[in-house]
T-cell receptor, first 112, second 115 residues
Framework: DAKTTQPPSMDCAEGRAANLPCNHSTISGNEYVYWYRQIHSQGPQYIIHGLKNNETNEMASLIITEDRKSSTLILPHATLRDTAVYYCIVRPHNNAGNMLTFGGGTRLMVKP | SAVISQKPSRDICQRGTSLTIQCQVDSQVTMMFWYRQQPGQSLTLIAT?????????ESGFVIDKFPISRPNLTFSTLTVSNMSPEDSSIYLC????????????FGSGTRLTVV
């Protein structure tokens, strides 16, 4: 799986958009970008994934650059409950037989 | 997505003893994954558990230390054997996605403290 680079930490004001970047310059053509988050004392939670088009669901939006070498996860109106570690993972599309490889992630602190 | 029940949620154990962690899934799954998360660190895969065969361990993890059982398609256990304080971590189980629009599901984790 391709390696990802994320800033170790970020702050965001409550109610503002949180934009979390991820660099994945070695991504290959069959690899998707996945985002998970881990709230304190819980297991990781799936957020969203995409290949090359921008994606949106009830939790977040995912913006992938045209060259696919980087992406941004957007939480449009961050709340205190969005404080968590966010992991960007690139890998071939959902294959239930393959494990996930976690990098360091970004620790997002949403402040009042 | 799948629902995983993991227990115990936490335990404090004496060094030299063993602890068995259980994960129950609400549906049949081919593979289950066991991770370790050391304090302040990211998740590291311990092993992949297939039903009916021996688990496949990642580099740095051995069966004698982390024996895994997978008696059926909905259940698995991880044992942390002969514990030392360095084994103090959160241990999590995980299963793969059910459909195209879901990701992996994780248990809530077992917070182990070895004293």
């Amino acid at each position: 799986d391709a390696k990802t680079t994320q800033p170790p930490s970020m702050d965001c004001a409550e109610g503002r958009a949180a934009n979390l970047p991820c660099n994945h310059s070695t991504i290959s053509g069959n690899e998707y970008v996945y985002w998970y988050r881990q709230i304190h004392s819980q297991g990781p939670q799936y957020i969203i994934h995409g290949l090359k088009n921008n994606e949106t669901n009830e939790m977040a939006s995912l913006i992938i650059t045209e060259d696919r070498k980087s992406s941004t996860l957007i939480l449009p109106h961050a709340t205190l409950r969005d404080t968590a570690v966010y992991y960007c993972i690139v890998r071939p599309h959902n294959n239930a037989g393959n494990m996930l490889t976690f990098g360091g992630g970004t620790r997002l602190m949403v402040k009042p | 997505s799948a629902v995983i029940s993991q227990k115990p949620s936490r335990d404090i154990c004496q060094r030299g003893t063993s602890l068995t962690i259980q994960c129950q899934v609400d549906s049949q799954v081919t593979m289950m994954f066991w991770y370790r998360q050391q304090p302040g660190q990211s998740l590291t895969l311990i092993a992949t558990a297939n039903q009916g065969s021996e688990a496949t361990y990642e580099s740095g993890f051995v069966i004698d230390k982390f024996p895994i059982s997978r008696p059926n398609l909905t259940f698995s256990t991880l044992t942390v054997s002969n514990m030392s304080p360095e084994d103090s971590s959160i241990y999590l189980c995980s299963v793969g996605p059910r459909g195209q629009n879901y990701g992996y599901t994780f248990g809530s984790g077992t917070r182990l403290t070895v004293v």
